[in-house]
């Protein structure tokens, strides 16, 4: 044995790629390698001095690669999988009044919500998330399957004001969070969140239940604001203000506060969001789809209030695709502000990762690869006629890659995708076990 090979250290992985997009720094890298050691990256640098200094027990070469950190949604209805496309092309309330919330109330369940969960896990690890931001009903049953399936994410606590499967009132939705909280910081993939739905279904007292508990317990709070224009005409009618200022006045905006779609901002709006330091996760597939406004990117950027991407739930987007859900918010930005500028490549990556982890609270531990973070990761394949040639990586993959692309998938340093196959499930037997809930649903008018 030389010395050189006596000084090496040895890690668990090392993954050595064609291109390297840390996202922060903010530097594309050629031809380097990231070693690996107990979920944590340890070292990155170019392939010849990594392979010098480490040894592995397994060594991935990715020749036509890019690898990146994995896409944070920032706002998931995970267990909705079990609804895509059960009510499309109608507006925001006629869809929720008519449609979801019927549905909802009939058949939510924990079990419909572990196995809707499921299927969205399925979903989204394929496509290169490997964290999501969720509100749902039953959130043990979500953070359960989000375990399960090795997956991270981030758990809302639901409050709203009006009966449902899950609980009575507001009262009894944050006694629920309350008892829940200590079960789940067990889970160690799993963080949590107060989830009050929107401002037009909590009424003062709930939100300020959910102020006190949130302050309590050190908790990020993550709810719908201003996704249409007509939430702030009827809050204007109702209250004689807008939304966001009904919460300021309330306190609850601070920069653990994340605010959902937003695509409704006037001046005053966006003073309240840069001064108090609040996060926004922007849908714009789902809010395109619902007809529901787009969100001013382009004047959010300009007030440095930080943003972060979301699929929104299957039943209104209808996929949970973060590739397709970038590009899109890149060129819609570009598109309404008549400035190509306006979103470019590179911060729609960032969003879509690190913006998402730091709406959070875990931009010091996931979102980009640097030395001490979690290996959380993708390898996005550039081999492909639909990213051909490869002038500029970071642009590829912004604007051409497609989640098809997407070969490989780490979270925490395990492998949860491999040549762009599930390691640790069936895919068919997920469907197999879903199809019984979409059965019952379609014969839900059959047996009223």
Known sequence: MTPQTAAKKHVDHIICARWVIPVRPRNLLHHHAMAVSEGRIVAIGPQEDILNAYTAAEVTTLNQHVLMPGFVNAHTHAAMTLMRGLADDLPLMTWLNEHIWPVEGRFVSPEFVRMGTE??????????????NDMYF???????????MGMRAHIGHVIIDFPTAYAANADACLQAAADLLPRLRQ??????????????????????????????????????????????DEALAQHGQRPLARLAALDLLNPRFLAVHMTQLDDSDLSLCRESGLHIAHCPES????????????RIRRQGIGLAIGTDGAASNNDLDMLGELRTAALLAKGISNDPTAFPAWEALEAATLGGAQAIGWGDRIGSLEIGKAADCIAISLDHPATFPVYDPVSQVAYCAGRDQIT?????????????????????????????????????????
């Open 119 to 132: 299927l969205a896990i399925a979903e989204m690890l394929r496509g290169g998330t490997t964290t999501f």
């Open 187 to 232: 889970l160690p993939l799993i963080r949590q969140s107060l989830a009050p739905h929107a401002p037009y279904t909590v009424a003062d007292a709930g939100l300020r239940g959910t102020r006190e508990l949130a302050e309590a317990e050190q908790l990020p709070i993550h709810m719908h604001v201003h996704e249409t224009a007509y939430e702030v």
């Open 287 to 298: 809010n395109l789809k619902l007809g529901s406004g787009i969100a001013p990117v382009a």
């Open 408 to 448: 490989h998938v780490w979270v925490e340093g395990k492998i949860r995708i491999s040549q762009g196959q599930a390691v640790d499930w069936e895919t068919s037997a997920l469907f197999r076990r879903a199809q019984e809930w979409v059965k019952r649903i379609r014969e839900r008018d059959q047996n009223p």
């Open 138 to 148: 039953f959130p043990e049953a979500a953070a359960l399957s989000a375990q399960d």
